[in-house]
């Protein structure tokens, strides 16, 4: 079991039209080298929960920050037509990401951190200030 003190929240940055999950997503990160899908976990736009990664493992989603963390993203956070981010998750995705992150420090005390991917590297994802909302938790 590997020590694990942090939760990366992610966005797919795909429009809202597009619900993706993690056959998708292991896709596209393999076909970038990845030997496997980099989160842990997607929430999808019916606000379903797709394993990933499995969460022993290192994972593969926020470059020199993923040995002691947990990735989820969350499909959508793209604007429809623009190249550009916007806040599009919905109401099921945003309760499943409550759900899941709760579950998670319930199951591992030793979680003290929950921050955004651009609370970490130099990028707008998840699109929303998750520290902020963790507060709320």
Same mark, same amino acid.
């Given at each position: 079991m590997?020590?694990? /003190?942090?939760?990366?929240?992610h ?15 292991r ?5 970038r080298?990845?030997r +496997?899908?980099g989160?842990?976990?997607? =929430? ?5 929960v797709e394993?990933g990664?499995?969460?022993?493992e ?8 993923n040995n &002691? /963390?947990i990735?989820?993203v969350l ?5 429809p ?9 919905t /109401? /099921?995705?945003w ?7 709760k &579950?998670?420090?319930l199951?591992h005390?030793t979680?003290? &951190? =929950?921050?955004?991917?651009k +609370?970490?590297?130099p990028?707008k994802?998840p699109g929303?200030n ?5 507060t709320t938790?």
């Amino acid at each position: 079991m590997r020590h694990i /003190s942090r939760i990366i929240v992610h966005m797919a940055y795909t429009p809202p039209q597009m619900d993706i999950g993690v056959a998708v997503i292991r896709e596209w990160h393999i076909s970038r080298s990845f030997r +496997d899908i980099g989160y842990h976990f997607v =929430i999808r736009r019916d606000g379903s929960v797709e394993k990933g990664r499995d969460i022993n493992e290192v994972g593969a989603h926020t470059l020199g920050h993923n040995n &002691d /963390s947990i990735g989820i993203v969350l499909v959508g956070g793209k604007h429809p037509s623009k190249d550009e981010v916007e806040v599009n998750f919905t /109401s /099921s995705q945003w309760r499943s990401l409550e759900r899941l992150v709760k &579950d998670l420090m319930l199951n591992h005390e030793t979680i003290k &951190d =929950i921050s955004g991917h651009k +609370d970490n590297m130099p990028t707008k994802c998840p699109g929303f200030n998750v520290k902020a909302w963790a507060t709320t938790l």
